[in-house]
């Protein structure tokens, strides 16, 4: 169990689009900073689409002296291209990944030589042995595209048989459906720390098409409050932050080992929570 307020965090970020992006995401980092993160992560588009802005990203991040983390997803890639660019990576001092099928880009058939992102893990564990800290995706609440919770959980007990060392969950706001998730891990003899993925709520249209992409459930009393607000923002902020709080506060309480923020390249909900939290 965590005690006090020793609980490590770490941050996701995505790869801006333009300069003025970018030079935003430098203030966010530098703000961020005050709260000592395990690592940062940086996503990787549909398709490896943003592949060359994650990996400029990621160097940056380790040149500012943080643990950075690539995204590395694996559909549409040969075994070839994989190795390719995890050389890459690892001539840029990254020692960290998080190893995803990834998503298809519109209009494309599946491809490639990797099917799962079981395949990939194994693929990376077999060509570079210990060289990555492999991080892979949970779905505590069931993944969008699995057959059945059974079949969701067998998969990711694959990708953990491959080698993964931890896992970092989709975001939700039900903290039942994580512990569930983690009890059903356990009774397969497996041991990998399950970090928690953490959306913070700041706008309720945007959280609610992600989270209709996503499959990640919004309890309907959190959907039908912030429905509730209109366009209030300042209500729709203090009760995210309310809400998230709450949740961080008990996952902490009943032993989660870490949280992951997906701060959607902003700091101001994530700093506020982290200091209610004591952070």
């Not at 099917?115 to 194994?122: E, I, R």
């Not at 079949?151 to 491959?162: G, I, R």
Request: with cysteine; hydrophobic share 40%; proline share 5%.
């Amino acid at each position: 169990m965590i005690h006090g307020n020793a609980l490590p965090i770490s941050y996701e970020f995505f790869p801006p689009k333009t300069p003025e992006g970018a030079e935003k995401l430098r203030a966010v980092r530098r703000q961020l900073a005050v709260r000592r993160a395990e690592f940062c992560s940086v996503t990787y588009g549909a398709g490896g689409s943003t592949q060359s802005g994650t990996f400029s990203l990621v160097q940056e991040i380790q040149q500012e002296g943080m643990s950075a983390a690539s995204h590395f997803s694996c559909v549409g890639a040969t075994r070839e291209s994989v190795r390719a660019e995890l050389r890459q990576l690892q001539a840029m001092g990254i020692s960290r990944l998080v190893a995803l099928r990834g998503d298809l880009p519109s209009g494309y058939g599946l491809g490639g030589e990797f099917q799962y992102a079981s395949d990939l893990v194994a693929f990376i564990r077999a060509e570079f042995g210990d060289a990555f800290h492999i991080e892979v995706a949970a779905y505590p609440e069931m993944h969008p595209q699995a057959r059945s919770p059974q079949a969701d959980l067998q998969a990711f007990a694959a990708k953990v048989q491959a080698g993964a060392d931890s896992a970092i969950t989709q975001y939700f706001y039900n903290a039942d459906a994580y512990f569930r998730f983690v009890d059903s891990v356990r009774a397969m003899g497996l041991d990998v720390p399950v970090v928690p993925g953490i959306m913070p709520i700041t706008s309720s249209t945007q959280l609610l098409r992600f989270s209709d992409a996503c499959g990640a459930e919004i309890p309907r009393w959190i959907r039908l409050q912030l429905q509730g607000y209109g366009d209030d923002t300042a209500s729709i902020k203090a009760f995210g932050l309310d809400v998230v709080t709450e949740l961080c506060e008990r996952l902490r309480r009943q032993g989660a080992p870490s949280l992951h923020f997906y701060t959607m390249n902003q700091s101001a909900a994530v700093l506020a929570i982290s200091e209610r939290l004591g952070l």
